[in-house]
């Protein structure tokens, strides 16, 4: 059984004249996920926006490195099983769906 503790994502975009850095940092405690998102253009303060999640809403769910190993093995094997569909964080933050 494997469960993400925590991960880290930042993007940095070299933009003239206001660059843009944005960061998602995920934490996983005893009720669920904290997702905290930072958004960062030129100067300007940052803004932060924060989710919450609780255990049951996040059953099942498949962040971006379990995602990729599970396409590996879906490749392997040639097959995709009908109804594929997993809990996710999109680009957002917010819990959406993926589907295979």
Same mark, same amino acid.
């Not at 994502?9 to 995920?26: G, I, N």
């Not at 997702?35 to 803004?47: C, F, M, N, W």
């Given at each position: =059984?494997? #469960?993400?503790? @925590?991960?880290? @994502?930042? @993007?940095?975009?070299?933009?003239?004249?206001?660059?843009? #850095?944005?960061?998602?940092?995920? !934490?996983?405690?005893?009720?669920?996920?904290? !997702?905290?998102?930072?958004?960062? @253009?030129?100067?300007?303060?940052?803004?932060?926006?924060?989710?919450?999640?609780? =255990?049951? #809403?996040?059953?099942?769910?498949?962040?971006?490195?379990?995602?990729?190993?599970?396409?590996? !093995?879906?490749?392997?094997?040639?097959? !995709?099983?009908?109804?594929?569909?997993?809990?996710?964080?999109?680009? #957002?933050?917010?819990?959406?769906?993926?589907?295979?």
């Amino acid at each position: =059984q494997l #469960e993400t503790l @925590e991960q880290e @994502e930042q @993007e940095c975009l070299e933009l003239r004249p206001h660059p843009t #850095e944005k960061s998602t940092h995920m !934490v996983s405690h005893q009720h669920g996920m904290t !997702v905290t998102k930072t958004l960062q @253009e030129g100067e300007a303060e940052p803004q932060c926006q924060s989710f919450s999640y609780s =255990q049951a #809403e996040l059953r099942g769910l498949l962040l971006e490195g379990a995602s990729l190993l599970l396409l590996r !093995v879906l490749a392997r094997r040639h097959t !995709v099983p009908p109804g594929l569909i997993f809990p996710a964080i999109d680009t #957002e933050g917010r819990l959406c769906t993926s589907s295979y």
